[in-house]
């Protein structure tokens, strides 16, 4: 069993900074990607930012610039920094983890980011 537990979101005003925290625990062996996706209401999910094994980091278009992914393997724990901070960017963020020789991705329960104008 794997838990994901997301820490660091709240309220902030449009140009300030967050950073994001979610810890890996469980029955985990190697790590293949970590991630962070975000929902807002009568959006789809869509996947922020992510960070492979090798360290390989992606972003989608809106954040780049802005956020930057990070993790700590000693602590199975990946972060997310986000600067610049827009109204755009509110949403429900969600820890996501892949696992080598898992066929199911891990999320977490989400942390709520509001950024007011």
């Known amino acids: 069993q794997v838990q994901l537990v997301e820490s660091g979101g709240g309220l902030v005003q449009a140009g300030g900074s967050l950073r994001l925290s979610c810890a890996a625990s469980g029955s985990i062996f190697s790590i293949s990607a970590m991630g962070w996706y975000r929902q807002a209401p009568g959006n789809e999910r869509e996947l922020v930012a992510s960070?492979?094994?090798?360290?390989?980091?992606n972003y989608v278009d809106s954040v780049k610039g802005r956020f930057t992914i990070s993790r700590d393997n000693a602590k199975n724990t990946v972060y997310l920094q986000m600067n610049s901070l827009k109204p755009e960017d509110t949403a429900v963020y969600y820890c996501?983890?892949?696992?080598?020789?898992?066929?199911?991705?891990?999320w977490g329960k989400g942390t709520p980011v509001t950024v007011s104008s």
């Open positions: 960070i492979i094994r090798g360290g390989s980091t």
């Open positions: 996501w983890v892949a696992l080598l020789g898992r066929v199911r991705d891990y």
